[in-house]
């Protein structure tokens, strides 16, 4: 069983759609929990990050780690065109810095 | 520059070419990493280096030479190739200091092996 799932898509939605991203994990040692975005030819960059369980919002994006079911998820709400492009759940180990990246989703965003 | 710069951004190399990828940190950092990302598979970390000295080693071919001559600067020597190594290669660094700490990427070299 790999520690991080998630669902390579691609998931395609039209413009102001709410968009849910997610990943199972299988170690519950992790504590911290990220989103990277990575647009086509860069490489990933932090979105967002959460420290056990519980929400976080950042303007149009929510975070939410449910750690009694191993489950994070992120939404956007209001989708745009520029949100097209590679979502990343990645966790780490409390007192770690070793990274454990899910696959990623393609988001593709239809004007 | 700012950032984590990576260079070559492409390279095509056949199975018998020795080249080498560079990847430079303007951040302070002290830990540097290589990734490879292949389609629809999770970013594989190959290599760990804190200050200088490399921490990790994740079951990677000998063909993969890494080097590190200080904090700021991290290579990956390549020789013998073969086709299934065929992806992006993408460098981070990061701060240890704390509980928590965000990796920084570069763009990475899309490497295409002949």
């Known amino acids: 069983q790999k520690e991080v799932e998630q669902d390579p898509g691609p998931l395609s939605v039209p413009e102001g759609a709410i968009v849910s991203l997610n990943c199972t994990y299988s170690n519950s040692a992790f504590q911290y929990f990220m989103w990277y975005r990575q647009y086509s030819r860069k490489g990933p960059e932090l979105l967002m990050y959460t420290y056990s369980s519980g929400n976080k919002e950042d303007g149009r994006f929510t975070a939410q780690v449910d750690k009694s079911s191993k489950y994070i998820s992120l939404f956007i709400r209001d989708s745009q065109p520029s949100d097209s492009a590679t979502y990343l759940c990645?966790?780490?180990?409390?007192?770690?810095?070793?990274?454990?990246f899910g696959a990623g989703t393609r988001l593709f965003v239809k004007a | 520059e700012t950032g984590v710069t990576q260079t070559p951004r492409h390279l095509v190399m056949g199975m018998t070419n020795k080249k080498s990828l560079k990847c430079e940190q303007h951040?302070?950092?002290?830990?540097m990493y290589w990734y490879k990302q292949s389609a629809k598979k999770p970013l594989e970390l190959m290599f760990v280096y804190n200050f200088k000295e490399q921490t990790e080693n994740n079951s990677v071919p000998s063909r993969f030479s890494p080097e590190c001559p200080n904090s700021s600067h991290l290579f990956l020597h390549l020789h013998t190739l073969q086709p299934e190594d065929s992806a992006l290669y993408l460098c981070a660094s990061s701060s240890t200091s704390g509980d928590y700490n965000e990796q920084f990427f570069g763009p990475g070299t899309r490497l295409t092996v002949l």
């Open positions: 951040l302070g950092h002290n830990a």
């Open positions: 990645a966790m780490i180990h409390t007192g770690g810095f070793k990274t454990i």
